[in-house]
T-cell receptor, first 114, second 111 residues
Framework: SAVISQKPSRDICQRGTSLTIQCQVD?????MFWYRQQPGQSLTLIATANQGSEATYESGFVIDKFPISRPNLTFSTLTVSNMSPEDSSIYLC???????????FGSGTRLTVV | DQQVKQNSPSLSVQEGRISILNCDYTNSMFDYFLWYKKYPAEGPTFLISISSIKDKNEDGRFTVFLNKSAKHLSLHIVPSQPGDSAVYFC??????????FGQGTRLTINP
């Protein structure tokens, strides 16, 4: 299965600022997924990122707030813009690993907005 | 609308006994189901999956059962070990696309 390097692992940010999270995959993948886990909650899909096209956002998530880049088949970034304390969550990227390997996740970015 | 539900937020099991984690879903379009284990400060780790064409899949100490008529799946861990203590998420996918997760069950294995 793929190996994902995600950074930063954690950050504390001031409200109103932006943070860009990076995910690097050790193999080429068509789709990358970005999830959010709010405190005490489940993982919720933010968007699906395809190389060469705009990301597809889930209901409740918009590009202005969570712009995504996918410059090639091994890399993607998620930016959390104009942050508020409600954005304090763990953000995770993921790629599909095939039927026998499930989906692989990065180690997550724990974001605290103060 | 919670399409994937784990109704037990926590479960405590004696070491060596069987742990059974349950999950219900509502969307008939789901055809691929997965279980993940998550430790604090780490991303979820894939455990085992099952396709909707099967009713059982086994991998070592882990077995997943799928009851499509009841829209229910379960994860059996036997024997349970202290290292199994973690939060377990079930997830479902329509056509190997995005995953929809349940709320998670915190499993504690007691020595």
């Amino acid at each position: 299965s793929a190996v994902i390097s995600q950074k930063p692992s954690r950050d504390i940010c001031q409200r109103g600022t932006s943070l860009t999270i990076q995910c690097q995959v050790d193999s080429q993948v068509t789709m990358m997924f970005w999830y959010r886990q709010q405190p005490g909650q489940s993982l919720t899909l933010i968007a699906t990122a395809n190389q060469g096209s705009e990301a597809t956002y889930e209901s409740g998530f918009v590009i202005d707030k969570f712009p995504i880049s996918r410059p090639n088949l091994t890399f993607s970034t998620l930016t959390v813009s104009n942050m508020s304390p409600e954005d304090s969550s763990i953000y995770l990227c993921s790629v599909a690993g095939g039927v026998n390997y499930g989906y692989t996740f990065g180690s997550g970015t724990r974001l605290t907005v103060v | 609308d919670q399409q994937v539900k784990q109704n037990s937020p926590s479960l405590s099991v004696q070491e060596g006994r069987i742990s059974i984690l349950n999950c219900d879903y509502t969307n008939s379009m789901f055809d691929y189901f997965l279980w993940y284990k998550k430790y604090p400060a780490e991303g979820p780790t894939f455990l085992i999956s099952i396709s909707s064409i099967k009713d059982k899949n086994e991998d070592g100490r882990f077995t997943v059962f799928l009851n499509k008529s009841a829209k229910h799946l379960s994860l059996h861990i036997v024997p349970s070990q202290p290292g199994d203590s973690a939060v377990y998420f079930c997830a479902a996918s329509p056509g190997a696309q995005k995953l929809v997760f349940g709320q998670g069950t915190r499993l504690t294995i007691n020595p």
